[in-house]
């Protein structure tokens, strides 16, 4: 009903905006593509602050030495995948999950199905909520895993991407349009994860240099809140 009235349909991803007029095509909808922003800023923590040192040691974790992955624990975000992935990859690095995962029936049937909690390796660490400290931990992560499937631009996609040197994405539509060549892609096809991991590991620092100062440049450039909200303004005033 809301495709059919609206007067205008803005969309934040070019898939979303493709899925409405192929499958509303009868209603003839008017849309427009303006994607979701994020803040470019970098964190303002240092490595020498108390709440950086705390969180790092309350967690066992070492800057740079771990994989990272920032999301809501459900199903569709492929934390199965992520985990089996992980865990059949050689990476002597730390799988550090930030994610609620209290009373989760979902948490329990993984811990039955996969094992992860006899892997040392896999670091359920809570939530974090603290958004300069948060920051600090994307920029300090080794590589960021990426398993959302569906919802068109993900924020925390935006927020890796513009902290992260390397992103390691579930190869979908929504993530391909957003970082284009600024990442690594993976699909669910056994070992395509764990052998990714295991390729990155040994990757020069120079490469992974290279692609996280790509993807800042297209965050800045294409997915900034100061873009996003200019390509909103010009709606408003032609409307």
Known sequence: LMVKHADLLICDSKNIEKYIQTDYTRYQPNTTYIAYGTDTTRSQLTSSDEKVRSWYDEKGVRENEYYLVVGRFVPENNYEAMLRGFMKSNSKKDFVLITNVEQNKFYEKLRQETGFDKDPRVKFVGTVYDQELLKYIREHAFAYLHGHEVGGTNPSLLEA??????????????????????????????????????????????????????????IADEYSWQYISLQYMQVFLDT
């Open 161 to 218: 991407l513009s902290s992260t040197n390397l992103n390691l994405l579930l190869d979908v539509g929504f993530n391909r349009e957003v970082a284009e060549d600024c990442a690594l892609y993976w699909n669910k096809t056994e070992g395509s994860l764990s052998n990714l991991i295991d390729k990155c590991d040994c990757e020069s620092s120079d490469k992974i240099i290279k692609l996280g100062e790509r993807a800042k440049k297209r």
